[in-house]
């Protein structure tokens, strides 16, 4: 079965009530995205402690899900209607059914991220069985090790942890992070996702993989420092984290999710407290890393 897709621009100030009004006026569904995703205006949205999240973006595409015998036209007349908004200019296009399983699946393949090390989606078999391969389904969850910002901090682990470290990982999303650690050998290791679904993706994958990482909501966490606490968020809310993660870092911090313009401010956040410096690079990203002073 197919669907009818129509596409069109709103700002911060229209997004949500357009949004309900498509629906209102015939929409199966719609979604929200990011119109300058993917460029150096884009404006990622955080739900972290002290940072408000701002639900939309400066720019929105609505995208509405219809049947394909829908008058798109009507429709998109009477939801702008509503709002009292000029007929938007919009795109229409159709979209095949199919198994959204399937083609999610599809965007995954096994990672290499050093000579010895893999992360393997759930559903692949290792490519090379004699490696370290960790098992990872993203399920709603951050994380494949296939984002430059996640492979930076990967590498890092494999380089740095010798084993029977105490590890946070503070914004676990799927968990990756944490369980690499502790297959490195860490032996205690903690994840923090302010997402609950993360919480349970990251539980899922340290109990395929077999490990005894632990995972919390920040409510819910164990008030301890660790030896090391790896952060890849991105850079505001780390600058805006930096006295949670100072105090619960006793000696190494790295941090990653950082864009190379931002690099100096997330250094001048943390330099009270660490000797930071910028230590790898990969597409654009770096990771700063550094010890207590």
Known sequence: MAWLAIRLLAGADHAEE????LIEAGALSVTCDDADAGTPVEAPQFGEPGIDAPGVWPRNVLTA???TDADAESIVA???GVCGLPQPTYTTALVEDEDWVRTTQAQFEPIRVT???WIVPSWCA???PAALNISIDPGLAFGTGSHPTTSLMLRWLARTLKGGETVLDYGCGSGILAIVAARLGARDVVGIDIDPQAVLAAHDNAA???VAARFFTPDATPDQTAEIVVANILANPLVVL???ITGRCSHTVALSGILEAQAEEVIAAYAPHFRLAVTDREDGWVLITGVRQ
């Open 18 to 21: 357009l949004s309900d009004a």
């Open 65 to 67: 899900l219809l049947p």
């Open 78 to 80: 009477t939801a702008a």
């Open 115 to 117: 000579e010895a090390l």
């Open 126 to 128: 290792p490519p090379d």
């Open 208 to 210: 395929k993989n077999g």
């Open 242 to 244: 930096a006295p949670l």
